[in-house]
């Protein structure tokens, strides 16, 4: 089995005997939930799903998988996503089949998808590959598994000795406690990739998803295994080589 990680994505091309090309968090429609809260930005789906498509084009891969929260709002649809999200995913799936493991603001994306494209929340297996949202506990079939996972859009942020600062999309890699999950035993041990979010507006500490964990996934990392990827694949090394929490905090 083969990574590829695409930086222009973010996103992760799994080559096993197949090709899946995977995408997480696209919350599709953000930009009326900032609009509420002050924060106007025109709507920049078009350009996510254009990306998004360019990537498929390029690499022709056997699927798409969406990684969940494909929209945004929750518990309802807004009006913006009722004009777009049937669009959008027309487009996508005119170029490659396609499949949704569905995450937590995926309220009603069924109605938006067709026949077969819709995984089972608790994650699926594809290929011999793992996948999950990860606001949710993994389902059976994922243990021993490599498994691929959305919902806590990690974000690295590295500064040099004279304060030069970047912050960049990155990749967490981890074992995961299988009797923290409550996993059936497994001959090997179920390792998470936890991948960057495709919206762009998206972005999450690492260390803060590894000191104040919010999801059954993060919960159950196996501390000293955790390492740090940027979004092309660069390793940083553990998330203790990012230095403490506090040296960002204001």
Known sequence: MRLDFLAEGPAV???NAE???????????IESDLAVHGWHFASRSDERVSRLGDLVDRLSPDRLLLLGDVKHAVPFTTRQEWRELPGALAALRSRVPLLVVPGNHDPGIERFLSPGELAEKNGTVVDGVG????????GPALAGR?????????LAAIRDEVGCALRSPACLSAVLDGSCLGL????TPTRALLVPAFNELAG???RRIVADPFSPVSRCLVPES????????TLIG?????????????
């Open 13 to 15: 091309l799994v080559e």
């Open 19 to 29: 090709r899946t090309l995977v995408a997480a968090d696209l919350h599709l429609g």
């Open 131 to 138: 996948y999950l949202h990860g606001h949710t506990i993994p």
């Open 146 to 154: 490599l498994v691929l996972i959305g919902h806590h859009h990690p």
């Open 184 to 187: 059936p035993p497994a001959d």
């Open 204 to 206: 999450y500490d690492v």
């Open 226 to 233: 955790v390492e740090v990827l940027l979004a092309d694949g």
């Open 238 to 250: 553990p998330i203790e080589s990012l230095g403490p929490m506090e040296d960002w905090d204001p």
